[in-house]
């Protein structure tokens, strides 16, 4: 059973920083391409940042580069969002997800690549 934990959410000021990890389990965690998810209320689910599973490729929504960098940690199944500069407008909950091709050549950038969810972790920026 595939098992996607995120923590490191929070309450935070505009122009702070968090953290987020996800810790994935029951599945090849080094094959899979990764991705971290956000959903405001009233909003979709959108995709703020994906990296692939050899680590080559990434990818970061315009909205939030130069201030979110996603990594991974293959030995500790581990994937992380690090997140700078924060604003009001990063208010969401931050989900991660594994895709649904194992070293695929591409770095998965649609929702429908990703197979395996988390249960989310609330991220609140006051202004």
Request: net charge neutral.
């Amino acid at each position: 059973q595939v098992q996607l934990v995120e923590s490191g959410g929070g309450l935070v000021q505009a122009g702070g920083s968090l953290r987020l990890s996800c810790v994935a389990s029951g599945l090849t965690f080094s094959s899979h391409g990764m991705g971290w998810f956000r959903q405001a209320p009233g909003k979709d689910r959108e995709l703020v940042a994906a990296i692939k599973w050899s680590e080559v490729n990434l990818y970061y929504a315009d909205s939030v580069k130069g201030r979110f960098t996603i990594s991974r940690d293959n030995a500790k199944n581990t994937v992380y969002l690090q997140m700078n500069s924060l604003k009001p407008e990063d208010t969401a909950v931050y989900y991660c997800a594994a895709d649904n091709r194992p070293e695929s050549d591409y770095v998965p950038i649609r929702l429908s690549q990703y197979e395996y969810w988390g249960q989310g972790t609330q991220v609140t920026v006051s202004s």
